[in-house]
């Protein structure tokens, strides 16, 4: 190695370092709106409330969920959501997990209404995906079973 090179690289390591423990350097700032009370909620009403706001729900086609009827590992489950209509915001929620909100996401003018991922379930439960729409919120749902634990053991 370089005695430059290390020199230069110590140098802006402990530059960073001093910058961060002095709170220069605030993360936080740069980084998207998290709805901290909605993840932390253990009521899937309460947690569904905080991101596509309070109301009846209704069964709709209008929106699709994809979800595997067996998951072989409730660590891994891979979920999509649709919506044929535009949508603002879409929330997946797991009802039997301690921490029922898994997925959500507020959606942009113009932007498809798909959500997809990978979620943990602890156990066989429901899973239920929301979307806000203009014509108030809508859902479907569908029963996941899981053969092997996930977040619960």
Request: with cysteine; hydrophobic share 45%.
């Amino acid at each position: 190695m370089k005695r430059r090179s290390f020199l230069k690289g110590s140098i802006a390591t402990s530059s960073l370092t001093i910058a961060a423990s002095a709170g220069l350097l605030h993360p936080t700032a740069v980084l998207a709106e998290y709805p901290m009370a909605a993840f932390d909620a253990d009521d899937a009403m309460m947690a569904v409330a905080d991101i596509v706001g309070s109301g009846d729900a209704s069964d709709s086609g209008d929106i699709k969920l994809k979800a595997p009827v067996q998951a072989e590992n409730g660590a891994v489950v891979p979920v999509k959501v649709s919506t044929s209509v535009a949508a603002e915001s879409i929330a997946i929620v797991v009802e039997g997990n301690p921490k029922p909100l898994v997925m959500a996401a507020t959606l942009g003018a113009g932007a498809n209404g798909v959500l997809s991922g990978r979620i943990k379930m602890g156990k066989t439960s429901n899973v239920v995906a929301y979307a806000k729409t203009a014509g108030g919120v809508i859902r479907a749902s569908q029963e996941v079973k899981v053969t092997v634990g996930g977040c619960g053991g």
